[in-house]
């Protein structure tokens, strides 16, 4: 099992607001970052140093983060935002990197 | 534009080797670091270790370091990732991802396209 942890699939109506949580304790000292995932194709960097947006990435996606928890918020969500989403950040260690599970995340 | 191009997918025996190629474009290759991410069938993603293109310093994880290599050749912006005594639980989508040049633990902004490596007797 993975050392962050996120809810195994989390769904939304469409238009409406969803949170993403991962968990884990190295979050309290570490960046996390996210990856979006759609079936078939390589993840694409969405969130990173906690809030940053890489440059195409849709303003409706957000980072933030209290203690042990990092959370991807998605602010009227959209059709194509249904995929799966991966926290990425360190081990407890700190010498290396690790993903959550994944959430899968329906658009109803 | 950052492109990371990989490698066609293969077809291994349980006990063989796999090696998969990265080549990059449109960066500077030496500046940054190349991580390799492994995808087995309907399951998440898994660190496999990274090679700083700067330096030629790896870091692998901890369950594969004795099974694989990474390696660059800077001549032509590409990267290698060997993979030796295959089993079955192997087989993934690999995938590689350019990163900090400096640490392993650096968040990745560009991914290859994925390789399906099959270990299947």
């Known amino acids: 099992s993975s050392e962050l942890t996120q809810d195994p699939a989390v769904s939304v109506a469409l238009g409406q607001t969803v949170r993403i949580t991962c968990q884990g304790d190295s979050l309290r000292n570490y960046y996390a970052t996210w990856y979006q995932q759609k079936p078939g194709q390589a993840p694409v960097l969405v969130i990173y140093n906690k809030n940053r947006r890489p440059s195409g990435i849709p303003d409706r996606f957000s980072g933030s983060s209290s203690g042990n928890t990092t959370s991807l918020t998605i602010t009227g969500a959209r059709a194509e935002d249904e995929a799966d989403y991966y926290c990425?950040?360190?081990?407890?260690?700190?010498?290396?990197?690790?993903f959550g599970g994944g959430t899968k995340l329906t658009v109803l | 534009q950052v492109q990371l191009v990989q490698s066609g997918g293969e077809v291994k025996k349980p006990g063989a080797s796999v090696k998969v190629s990265c080549k990059a474009s449109g960066y500077t290759f030496t500046s940054y670091g190349i991580s390799w991410v492994r995808q087995a069938p309907g399951q998440g993603l898994e660190w496999m270790g990274w090679?700083?293109?700067?330096?030629?310093?790896?870091n692998y994880a901890h369950q594969l370091q004795d099974r694989v290599t990474m390696t660059t050749d800077t001549s032509t912006s590409t990267a290698y990732m060997e993979v030796r005594t295959l089993r079955s639980d192997d087989t993934a989508v690999y995938y590689c991802a350019r990163g900090s040049a400096a640490a392993a633990t650096s968040f990745v902004d560009y991914w290859g396209q994925g390789t399906l490596v099959t270990v299947s007797s």
């Open positions: 090679i700083s293109a700067k330096n030629g310093q790896t």
């Open positions: 990425h950040s360190r081990d407890s260690s700190g010498n290396y990197p690790v």
